[in-house]
C-alpha cells in the first residue's frame, strides 16, 4: 500500500517524527502522520498550516507499507459523534497513545478529521516494523494558489 505525506523540503528525505501533538498523538510522542491520497495530505496540510507558509518549499512523500504488514484500525463508528472538536483532542491523543504504547502494529489507520470517510495512517518509527516501510520517493509538491479556507 502507497500513502502519502506532504512535508517541508528539508524534512522530505526521511521518515521522521516531529514528536509535537496532534490529532492523535500527544507531545513528545512520535508519530509519522501520511494520508491515503496526495489530495488528502494537501488537504491536511491546508486546513493545519492555515495556508501560512504554503508558499515555501514542500516535497510529496511516496511511502511504502507493505502489505504483510499488520494496520490496526480505529473505525469511525466507534469514535464519538463530536470527536472531530478541538475540546475532545485528548481523547485522540489518548487512542493514539495507548496504540503507540501496546506496540501492536507500526501502521493505526484513522479517519481523517476533515473527511472522515477517508483515512490517515499513522506510522511508529518505534516499532520493530518500521524498518519494513520505505519511503520510495519525495518530489517537488506547489499548493494551488486558489486554495483557499
Known amino acids: 500500500m502507497q500513502v502519502f505525506r506532504i512535508a517541508l523540503a528539508k524534512?522530505?528525505?526521511a521518515l521522521v517524527a516531529s514528536g509535537r501533538a496532534a490529532r492523535w498523538n500527544p507531545?513528545?510522542?512520535d508519530v509519522i502522520y501520511a494520508a491515503g491520497s496526495r489530495s488528502l495530505a494537501c488537504l491536511e496540510n491546508v486546513v493545519h498550516r492555515?495556508?501560512?507558509?504554503l508558499n515555501n518549499a514542500f516535497q510529496v512523500m511516496t511511502i511504502e507499507i507493505p502489505d504483510d504488514i499488520t494496520v490496526l484500525t480505529i473505525e469511525l463508528?466507534?469514535?464519538?459523534?463530536?470527536w472531530v472538536e478541538f475540546e475532545n483532542m485528548p481523547l485522540t491523543q489518548e487512542m493514539g497513545e495507548s496504540w503507540i504504547l501496546e506496540g501492536k502494529s507500526a501502521v493505526l489507520k484513522v479517519p481523517s478529521s476533515i473527511i472522515p470517510a477517508e483515512y490517515n495512517y499513522l506510522i511508529n518509527p518505534k516499532h520493530p516494523d518500521f524498518k519494513l516501510i520505505k519511503l520510495l520517493k519525495s518530489e517537488s509538491f506547489v499548493f494551488d494558489k486558489?486554495?483557499?479556507?
Open 146 to 149: 486558489r486554495i483557499k479556507l
Open 77 to 82: 463508528k466507534k469514535l464519538p459523534s463530536d
Open 27 to 29: 507531545n513528545e510522542v
Open 50 to 53: 492555515n495556508q501560512i507558509g
Open 11 to 13: 524534512y522530505a528525505g
